[in-house]
């Protein structure tokens, strides 16, 4: 029996031993560019931290600017000339902290859904944001990196910074894949990085279908980012198996809380909470008038009989969650590398009819945080448009006066058996992180 086959096999009976046990889907380790271990161990010395040591400080709050981008990429392996510049939008403005959700990284097949995870996708993936992200990054030449025990200036991007991202988490649970960046110099005020993934596919726990989340602290704002792929379907009442997976995410979803912390433990425990993915909602309208009037661009009669707003105000599912106004066209379904809506072409034998719907959406809960720009893109790789979303988000920043070594003594970081799956980066190291 070939080999994969075998690995296979010997996967199946752990997952359903897993879901008799109410285990959770994947594990706590994710992938990250962090500074050398050395420069952590010296910075440990600072300031004599004493975490048991009264600590005096004042408390500002700055403005940063978050990035937020979903995309259902259909199973498409990605090309050295697959272009996101459009989608990142490195042209036109500069962000703080980018973070990007794909769904369908891989084809949800049995044999990726049962399997072991493809991490030379992930890292295909990343190596594809690390140069976009940091292609205008010939302004970098003679920059020097601060030395050992100098302050780092964390303070919102200016217009003309110089480009260079850094991947703070990355994560895969079969097509789910999340990717957090995030300029530089904020990474040193970035800590308690952690993730959870919640299956809610086959038997409700299979990562076909689900959420991955990722968090982390920025000074001493709690931040969330909950990426999902809801169930599918078109016909009437499928949006109830939607709902129940949301209803699932939000449950199970669950963070460590860290020796000694008490770090945010649930989704809605964390002070800022941005939800994103093909949440996979319909619009309950007959296929040919929800055709006309897309055709028509009539999205105000449209959106009154769109499933996710439906569910919403009848108190059924993200009760108090919030989204921005949609301007956009539908973003499913499309033929791939057309922008023709699937089963709008005569003569198609055997295909399945598709009516066009909003699957891929953007929501945030709580204050702190404020849309500046809710819009899709172009591109025609895979049969979903990219959604994005522009956020300021308050922070609360601690003017301590012996806090700098603090800022790395918050985790256990270890080193990995593979070092690839970040997608390059010369002395970055890409790490597995276990967050206690």
């Known amino acids: 029996m070939p080999e994969k086959e075998q690995q296979v096999e010997v996967l199946w009976p752990r997952l359903v031993a897993n879901k008799l046990l109410r285990r959770p889907v994947g594990n706590n380790s994710f992938v990250a560019d962090l500074p050398c271990s050395d420069v952590l161990l010296e910075l440990a010395n600072l300031d004599e931290f004493d975490p048991k040591r009264p600590r005096k400080y004042l408390?500002?709050?700055?403005?940063?600017?978050?990035?937020?981008?979903?995309?259902n990429v259909g199973g498409i392996l990605p090309s050295?000339?697959?272009?996101?510049?459009?989608?990142?939008?490195?042209?036109?403005?500069y962000?703080?902290?980018?973070?990007?959700?794909?769904?369908?990284?891989?084809?949800?097949?049995?044999?990726?859904?049962?399997?072991?995870?493809?991490?030379?996708i992930l890292a295909q993936w990343n190596s594809l944001v690390r140069t976009t992200l940091n292609k205008s990054s010939s302004n970098l030449e003679g920059r020097k990196e601060p030395k050992v025990g100098e302050r780092h200036k964390a303070c919102p991007a200016k217009e003309g910074f110089a480009r260079d991202f850094r991947c703070i988490i990355?994560?895969?649970?079969?097509?789910?894949?999340?990717?957090?960046?995030?300029?530089?110099?904020?990474?040193?005020?970035?800590?308690?990085?952690?993730?959870?993934?919640?299956?809610?596919?086959?038997?409700?726990?299979?990562?076909?279908?689900?959420?991955?989340?990722?968090?982390?602290?920025?000074h001493e704002t709690s931040f969330c980012f909950v990426c999902c792929h809801l169930a599918s379907g078109g016909r009437k009442g499928d949006e109830m198996n939607r709902n129940s997976d949301a209803v699932d995410v939000l449950s199970r979803t669950s963070f460590p809380?860290?020796?000694?912390?008490?770090?945010?433990?649930?989704?809605?425990?964390?002070?800022r909470v941005i939800l994103l993915g093909d949440l996979n909602y319909r619009i309950s309208l007959p296929e040919a008038i929800t055709r006309s009037l897309v055709e028509q661009k009539q999205w105000d009669i449209l959106l009154e009989r769109d499933q996710l707003r439906t569910e919403?105000?009848?108190?059924?599912?993200f009760e108090d969650w919030q989204e921005g106004a949609i301007t956009f066209s539908p973003t499913y379904k499309y033929y791939p590398n057309s922008d023709k809506y699937y089963g709008c072409i005569q003569g198609q034998k055997g295909e399945k009819r598709r009516a066009p719907a909003w699957c891929d959406r953007i929501l945030w809960h709580g204050d702190g945080l404020k849309q500046k720009r809710y819009d899709r893109c172009e591109s025609w790789l895979s049969d979903h448009r990219p959604v994005r979303a522009v956020f300021t988000a308050s922070v609360d920043v601690r003017r301590s006066f012996n806090s700098l070594g603090s800022f790395f003594l918050s985790e256990r970081f270890d080193r990995p058996d593979d070092e690839h799956a970040n997608g390059g980066g010369g002395r970055r190291r890409s790490i597995n992180v276990d967050a206690l």
């Open 80 to 93: 050295d000339d697959v272009n996101l510049e459009d989608w990142l939008d490195i042209n036109n403005d």
């Open 312 to 317: 919403v105000s009848k108190g059924r599912v």
């Open 59 to 71: 408390k500002d709050t700055r403005k940063y600017k978050l990035y937020v981008g979903t995309w």
């Open 170 to 218: 990355s994560k895969q649970m079969v097509g789910v894949l999340v990717s957090v960046w995030a300029r530089h110099e904020l990474q040193y005020y970035i800590r308690h990085p952690s993730v959870s993934c919640v299956g809610c596919g086959v038997m409700g726990c299979l990562g076909n279908k689900g959420s991955v989340s990722v968090r982390f602290c920025l």
């Open 95 to 120: 962000y703080d902290i980018y973070v990007l959700g794909f769904q369908e990284i891989v084809p949800l097949s049995a044999k990726n859904v049962l399997g072991a995870e493809k991490r030379r």
């Open 257 to 271: 809380r860290g020796p000694s912390l008490d770090l945010p433990h649930k989704i809605l425990d964390h002070d």
